[in-house]
């Protein structure tokens, strides 16, 4: 690769006319979005001629040198070359051998390539190029025939990423405001990450250009300083690596206990649950016996107001239709730009194409917490074949390995997984963790395990506030802004909040069935004390 001074590639405009709100002048919009700290510049008009490019490029030049960022040309060599040496180039696989680009540009020019696939990655990376733009992650208007199958998703984005081994990278296509923090954190593995996001429509088509920029370069660099604080080699899902050897489950079984008594006497953290009209009542409930408040809105025009005061979300896709379709990818995108924990509880969706496809739409927009689900649902989320759901039940057959399973499905998505069953799973793709209270009524009454969801997002709500105003270790690579033992330990609340409740309900003389079960474990749930975590915890580190 071409030497030169690596340019700041965290927030990266592409231009392009057509996109801008009516009245507003192109130069304009060019030095407002650099006002509100674009560090680098595409021209990229595709309906002006080789003249009329010229003119343009050589006018944004010098707003740009005024802010001493550099500018790039899209596709058009003979332009680029017409222009002084410190104007690059950014082209496409199918415009012109990068090799060639490159001995025809000489070695100064700054030279980016577009990446779709990990082969072209590899490519990428002894080209000659000096950046790869990688896309599209998600689906954009602003390029013709980015059809749904040429979408990468922030998951094989991050297989891009790995694959270019640390070789400079921007994120293309679909990257707003709402999209921006998953497309980040999603798409950084443990040793590589994208240096920044390149954009059309989330600057260009809006009315405050310098505003639109400054939304998103906070959201750059809130992701780059974070990661920056990261300790390398992380191989978890939160970055601690060895130091993980010192966690120990009586300091976890305490610490869930600390969030419970901060729940008690501190002011209720707002648990936005979206579920299934089945569960919602149980749900509730046994967010406030927890001393949380619930919420339970599916409505996306409220997402952004909400978002601003959760302390977690509950995506549960129970009987999801498309309105709470819309509502998850509001709600889950609003978590993830305030960096609150989000839980997802992908029932059933081994049962119909209808909940995979949901279940993908939310994992490719929100950067999840905490994937919950029994062995039928991550088994078909990991891809396995071995157990089979029945509707929305566990259904048929045994998982061979649930330990494996729940630390590959953490490493994988980059979050917590909580596998459950007769015996609980927690793991954060590091360590795993062993549950095994309960109650066999909990499986004779309905929306016991939503409610489960419920009572994870709490203690995880729990979590975060206890990080409040302390440096978090290994953040870089999670959006959610507590010490990552927290989040085991926030998880562990909810797992020992419902399955010990449950125990000590059935064990009243007045539960005679399912219906005085319901409201013992609401009693039970709301009596419950860290002194009663700490006697009555089955807890184990596998
Ligand atoms: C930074 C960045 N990345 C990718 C592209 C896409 O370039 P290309 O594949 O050549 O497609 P067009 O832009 O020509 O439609 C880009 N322009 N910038
Ligand atoms: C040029 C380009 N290349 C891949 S996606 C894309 C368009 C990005 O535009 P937007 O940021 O509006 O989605």
Request: hydrophobic fraction near 45%; aromatic fraction near 4%.
């Amino acid at each position: 690769m071409t030497k030169l001074n690596a340019p700041d590639y965290s927030l990266y405009l592409v231009t392009s006319r057509e996109l801008l709100p009516p009245g507003v002048d192109f130069y304009d919009s060019l030095r407002a979005s650099l006002k509100g700290g674009v560090t680098l510049v595409q021209i990229r008009e595709k309906h002006a001629d080789n003249g009329e490019l010229l003119e343009i490029a050589e006018k944004s030049l010098k707003i740009c040198d005024e802010f001493n960022v550099p500018m790039l040309i899209n596709d058009n060599l003979a332009v680029a070359l017409a222009l002084p040496e410190r104007v690059g180039l950014h082209i496409g696989q199918e415009d012109f051998p990068v090799a060639k680009a490159r001995a025809l540009l000489g070695p100064k020019r700054l030279l980016g390539i577009s990446v779709h696939t990990v082969e072209q990655a590899a490519a990428a990376r002894t080209s000659g190029a000096n950046y790869a733009g990688v896309g599209a992650v998600y689906g954009t208007l602003s390029k013709a025939n980015v059809t749904e199958d040429k979408v990468l998703g922030p998951r094989r984005t991050a297989h891009v990423i790995e694959a270019l081994q640390g070789f400079p990278s921007v994120l293309i296509g679909g990257i707003n405001q709402r999209t921006a923090a998953r497309a980040l954190f999603g798409a950084a593995g443990p040793e590589h990450a994208p240096a920044g996001i390149a954009v059309i429509s989330a600057i260009v088509a809006r009315q405050d250009a310098q505003e639109a920029a400054r939304e998103l370069k906070s959201m750059v660099n809130a992701f780059l300083s974070a990661r920056s604080s990261a300790q390398k080699p992380i191989a978890s899902a939160f970055g601690l690596g060895a130091s993980r050897s010192q966690l120990k489950v009586e300091s976890l079984v305490s610490r869930s206990g600390e969030f419970l008594r901060a729940l008690r006497e501190g002011s209720p953290p707002l648990i936005q649950t979206l579920t299934s009209h089945v569960s919602s009542t149980l749900s509730a409930n046994v967010t406030l016996a927890l001393s949380a408040s619930p919420i339970m809105s599916h409505q996306d025009a409220e997402a952004d107001d909400l978002g601003n005061v959760t302390g977690a979300v509950v995506l549960n896709i129970g009987t999801i239709g498309e309105e709470a379709r819309r509502g998850m990818r509001a709600v889950g995108s609003a978590a993830n730009r305030g960096g609150k924990p989000v839980v997802l509880d992908p029932v059933g969706v081994g049962a119909s194409a209808f909940r995979r496809q949901a279940v993908n739409e939310i994992m490719d927009h929100t950067q999840i917490t905490l994937l919950k689900g029994n062995a039928a649902e991550l088994g078909a989320i990991a891809g396995l074949t071995e157990v089979q759901s029945r509707g929305v039940d566990s259904g048929s057959g045994t998982l061979r390995d649930a330990r494996g399973l729940v630390l590959s499905l953490a490493r994988r998505e980059r979050c917590l997984v909580l596998l459950t069953g007769k015996t609980d799973y927690l793991s954060d793709g590091e360590v795993v963790i062993t549950c095994s209270n309960g109650h066999a009524l909990l499986g004779a009454i309905t929306g016991s395990g939503c409610a489960l969801g419920v009572a994870v997002a709490t203690g995880l709500a729990a979590a975060c506030l206890a990080s409040q105003g302390s440096e978090v270790k290994g953040a870089g690579s999670s959006i959610v802004k507590a010490q990552p033992d927290d989040l085991l330990a926030g998880a562990l609340f909810g797992i020992l909040s419902m399955t010990i409740a449950s125990e000590l309900a059935a064990a009243r003389p007045e539960v005679r069935g399912p219906g005085t079960f319901i409201a013992a474990l609401l009693d039970e749930l709301s009596l419950m004390t860290p002194e009663t975590f700490a006697q009555r915890a089955k807890v184990a580190l596998e």
